[in-house]
């Protein structure tokens, strides 16, 4: 029987930094991300947020609310998804999908006036399709072209009241 996944997410910290610099993808999955220390240097309105698990850094992604947004989300309280990874060495353990189930929970806590998660993700970025669907994402029908070709427009509504 397989050991329940714990992870929560935090907002990134220097403590992080070793860990994430050990970050790994293979090749097919480098294409469609950025590794976490491609992206530390933040500019204002960007937040990089970190999955841990039993106090390691497991995974990491960029929340933003910069006029970049505006590309994706015509919801003036909508926040972008980028740059989501999971180290190659933690991969297929379940902490994807369990950082991905406690975004909404983390952005009403955190960021309260965000009604709206918006990514987009590349066509042939199957699991990362698969994983967005899961955790509640819908594609939009919007389209976009980005550097490896179409990108699909998903959004994850955040009600201000869940139930």
């Not at 480098?30 to 960007?46: C, D, I, N, R, Y």
Request: hydrophobic fraction near 40%; include cysteine; charged fraction near 20%.
């Amino acid at each position: 029987m397989n050991k329940p996944v714990h992870v929560k997410l935090t907002h990134y910290s220097p403590a992080h930094l070793p860990a994430l610099r050990s970050f790994e993808l293979p090749e097919e999955q480098g294409q469609f991300t950025s590794l976490p220390v491609e992206t530390l240097a933040v500019t204002e309105g960007q937040y990089p947020i970190v999955i841990v698990s039993e106090k390691e850094p497991v995974g990491f992604f960029l929340l933003h609310s910069t006029e970049r947004v505006k590309e994706y989300s015509a919801n003036p309280d909508a926040m972008l998804l980028t740059s989501f990874s999971i180290n190659h060495a933690q991969q297929g353990k379940g902490y994807a999908k369990q950082g991905m189930l406690l975004l909404p929970t983390f952005i009403r806590t955190e960021f309260p006036a965000c009604t709206e998660i918006v990514l987009a993700v590349n066509h042939k970025n199957i699991p990362a399709q698969r994983l967005y669907v899961a955790a509640g994402f819908a594609d939009t029908g919007r389209r976009r072209m980005g550097p490896l070709g179409e990108q699909f427009v998903f959004c994850l509504p955040l009600p201000n009241d869940p139930q």
